[in-house]
């Protein structure tokens, strides 16, 4: 057995206790630190930093199909002015441009100095990751990147290809040292093993996104097999896909938008990228956060007690198991159809 199954076996078996160790957390929880805007603020990770618990996404608050330019740059400051510094984003969401537009809102008002600025690589090679950072240092118009991720890391020979001779991880590395980057991470919303394979990968790991949400503890379930592992590790755990990834678990399954929140936002994460694309959803998650108490144990489980029926067969949570989930660069890269449906 090599050094790495090793290390994966011993990551697959904390799904048995690892619930056990979100009581780690109990400092994140616990954390009254807020910010001018009244938004709570949660560690990140190991590094002495503290976040918004509640992060921006680059994709839906730049969708150029719903918002026009001028409102994704308004929405974007508003979120920032009433207190939410995590911004997400990644070099191919909406073929750039919402790099280009979080770039623009940032400039103004010196707002880039005021957030926690997370983008993504896609690519998988040196060559590709260094061409997709100074993109997105153009775009973003910015001298870093204080997070770093790769993205969508959700086939099982990513973690290989990205760590092989002229794999993306030489860039990273190299744009860590040179203060490009202050941080590395890497994203997946597939399959927690995928997940625990890049984690037994020789990364210097600071925060990982992934999927969380009321019914993952039920199906394929990261909140069990991977956030203990990043809570032992002092890794900060980024939480997305809170309502399924399309809304499904509040417009199908009936579970209320504050619970799903709530849900999620009690676990030991340090922020949730939250799909913001109108300020109307950004009044009402701010609201939420704002008014945020924990969950105690026994709300905790009459929801999850509710979701039960509905969760096992993963329709809620499709992103696990469809390629139409897949964005269309990875898709690309491993030989598929980019207008895969299934």
Same mark, same amino acid.
């Given at each position: 057995?090599?050094?790495?199954?090793?290390?994966?076996?011993?990551?697959?078996?904390?799904?048995?206790?690892?619930?056990?160790?979100?009581?780690?957390?109990?400092?994140?929880?616990?954390?009254?630190?807020?910010?001018? =805007?009244?938004?709570?603020?949660?560690?990140?990770?190991?590094?002495?930093?503290? +976040? #918004?618990? !509640?992060?921006?996404? @680059? &994709?839906?608050?730049?969708?150029?199909?719903?918002?026009?330019?001028?409102?994704?740059?308004?929405?974007?400051?508003?979120?920032?002015?009433?207190?939410?510094?995590?911004?997400?984003?990644?070099?191919?969401?909406?073929?750039?441009?919402?790099?280009?537009?979080?770039?623009?809102?940032?400039?103004?008002?010196?707002?880039?100095?005021?957030?926690?600025?997370?983008?993504?690589?896609?690519?998988?090679?040196?060559?590709?990751?260094?061409?997709?950072?100074?993109?997105?240092?153009?775009?973003?118009?910015?001298?870093?990147?204080?997070?770093?991720?790769?993205?969508?890391?959700?086939?099982?020979?990513?973690?290989?290809?990205?760590?092989?001779?002229? =794999?993306?991880?030489?860039?990273?590395?190299?744009?860590?040292?040179?203060?490009? +980057? #202050?941080? !590395?991470?890497?994203? @997946? &919303?597939?399959?927690?093993?995928?997940?625990?394979?890049?984690?037994?990968?020789?990364?210097?790991?600071?925060?990982?996104?992934?999927?969380?949400?009321?019914?993952?503890?039920?199906?394929?379930?990261?909140?069990?097999?991977?956030?203990?592992?990043?809570?032992?590790?002092?890794?900060?755990?980024?939480?997305?896909?809170?309502?399924?990834?399309?809304?499904?678990?509040?417009?199908?399954?009936?579970?209320?938008?504050?619970?799903?929140?709530?849900?999620?936002?009690?676990?030991?994460?340090?922020?949730?990228?939250?799909?913001?694309?109108?300020?109307?959803?950004?009044?009402?998650?701010?609201?939420?956060?704002?008014?945020?108490?924990?969950?105690?144990?026994?709300?905790?489980?009459?929801?999850?007690?509710?979701?039960?029926?509905?969760?096992?067969?993963?329709?809620?949570?499709?992103?696990?198991?469809?390629?139409?989930?897949?964005?269309?660069?990875?898709?690309?890269?491993?030989?598929?159809?980019?207008?895969?449906?299934?």
């Amino acid at each position: 057995m090599t050094t790495e199954q090793s290390n994966r076996r011993e990551f697959l078996q904390t799904g048995a206790t690892g619930i056990a160790a979100l009581s780690l957390a109990s400092g994140v929880l616990a954390n009254d630190q807020r910010n001018a =805007g009244n938004v709570p603020l949660r560690t990140f990770g190991s590094t002495g930093k503290t +976040v #918004s618990m !509640l992060a921006l996404g @680059g &994709h839906s608050s730049t969708n150029p199909k719903k918002l026009s330019e001028a409102e994704s740059l308004r929405l974007i400051q508003r979120a920032v002015d009433e207190g939410i510094t995590f911004m997400d984003n990644a070099w191919d969401y909406h073929d750039g441009e919402a790099e280009e537009r979080m770039g623009k809102a940032l400039t103004e008002g010196g707002r880039r100095d005021k957030v926690f600025l997370m983008t993504k690589v896609c690519g998988r090679t040196a060559r590709e990751a260094l061409s997709n950072l100074e993109d997105s240092l153009r775009r973003l118009r910015t001298d870093h990147i204080d997070l770093w991720q790769f993205h969508e890391i959700v086939y099982d020979n990513d973690p290989d290809w990205i760590f092989a001779e002229g =794999g993306a991880i030489q860039t990273a590395l190299k744009a860590l040292k040179d203060g490009k +980057v #202050s941080y !590395l991470g890497f994203t @997946g &919303h597939k399959d927690p093993s995928i997940h625990l394979k890049m984690l037994a990968k020789p990364g210097p790991w600071s925060a990982v996104l992934m999927p969380l949400n009321v019914m993952d503890a039920h199906y394929r379930s990261f909140q069990k097999q991977v956030l203990p592992e990043l809570v032992r590790r002092g890794i900060a755990p980024l939480a997305m896909k809170s309502l399924g990834g399309n809304g499904s678990i509040v417009s199908k399954a009936g579970i209320p938008v504050e619970d799903a929140l709530r849900y999620v936002l009690s676990l030991p994460i340090a922020t949730l990228v939250s799909g913001i694309d109108s300020e109307a959803v950004l009044d009402q998650n701010l609201k939420i956060v704002r008014e945020f108490r924990p969950l105690d144990e026994e709300e905790r489980r009459t929801i999850e007690r509710r979701t039960l029926a509905l969760a096992g067969d993963g329709r809620y949570e499709l992103f696990k198991s469809s390629k139409a989930f897949d964005g269309p660069v990875h898709r690309k890269q491993h030989g598929f159809d980019t207008q895969a449906s299934g």
